[in-house]
């Protein structure tokens, strides 16, 4: 689309236009088969402009997981609401993910498959992202078992190690509920819910699952080296 056919507008505003369009195609292509030319062309701008903007296609791809990345996080932490009970927080804060990565599902595969994929810089800024919601869930967990009880028995390591493991499973879910027809964010909350609030719920109040006591198995001895096979005979008179 030629540079003439361009309107004139803000900056900003065209800026967020063109990343608009990118997040698209990222989102649906990804980052090697994304082509600027189709993004200069959704976006309504020439691909030299989008090149004056955003410089290069690497940037480009940053700008965008910067300012999707910032919109998923400030979204959940926006979602959860002061006041609630323990499990009311959990579900308001997942109701906003599944809401949020519902809403804008080419913003979530691009942060979620292609910007790990693609490289070690597209992927360490989603990794910043990711590290800010398990630490603002590890606060909630905390928080929660500080409500639960006066003396909360549960380690800093084992409140963080639940954090990543609920963060890592509501990850997969808006895989799953993104490729299932007919899953609603509503749904998608409510079944991880119900998948950790069961257990969270008992370690809340101080009723942990416990392995069961069990003598350490005796240790399994390295299997004996197999000797080389003995080579076939050679047949006589073969020349």
Same mark, same amino acid.
């Given at each position: ?30 980052? %090697? ?11 309504? =701008? ?31 932490? !926006?979602? =959860? ?20 990565? !519902? ?25 910043? %992202? ?29 409140? !963080? ?21 007919? =899953?609603? !964010? ?6 991880? %819910? ?9 370690? %809340? ?35």
């Amino acid at each position: 689309m030629g540079a003439g056919k361009t309107k004139r507008m803000p900056r900003a505003v065209r800026e967020q236009q063109m990343l608009d369009a990118a997040v698209s195609v990222f989102g649906r292509r990804g980052y %090697m088969a994304a082509s600027m030319d189709e993004i200069a062309e959704l976006a309504g =701008v020439s691909k030299p402009l989008v090149y004056l903007y955003l410089n290069s296609k690497d940037d480009l791809f940053s700008a965008c997981i910067g300012r999707e990345a910032r919109a998923l996080t400030e979204a959940v932490r !926006a979602g =959860v609401r002061p006041g609630l009970s323990a499990d009311g927080q959990l579900w308001s804060g997942l109701r906003a993910f599944f809401s949020h990565t !519902a809403r804008h599902p080419d913003a979530w595969r691009m942060l979620h498959l292609h910007a790990r994929t693609h490289g070690e810089r597209f992927a360490a800024e989603v990794a910043a %992202m990711r590290a800010e919601i398990v630490a603002f869930v590890t606060q909630l967990i905390a928080a929660a078992a500080r409500d639960a009880h006066r003396d909360p028995h549960l380690p800093e390591g084992e409140v !963080a190690g639940l954090a990543e493991a609920l963060v890592g499973a509501a990850e997969s879910l808006a895989d799953w509920a993104g490729a299932t027809e007919g =899953v609603t !964010a509503k749904q998608a909350a409510a079944t991880l %819910m119900n998948f950790a609030w069961a257990g969270l719920g008992d370690l %809340m109040t101080g009723r942990p699952w416990t392995p069961p006591e069990e003598p350490e198995p005796e240790p399994v001895p390295d299997p004996a080296p197999r000797a080389a096979p003995s080579p076939a005979p050679v047949a006589q008179g073969a020349g």
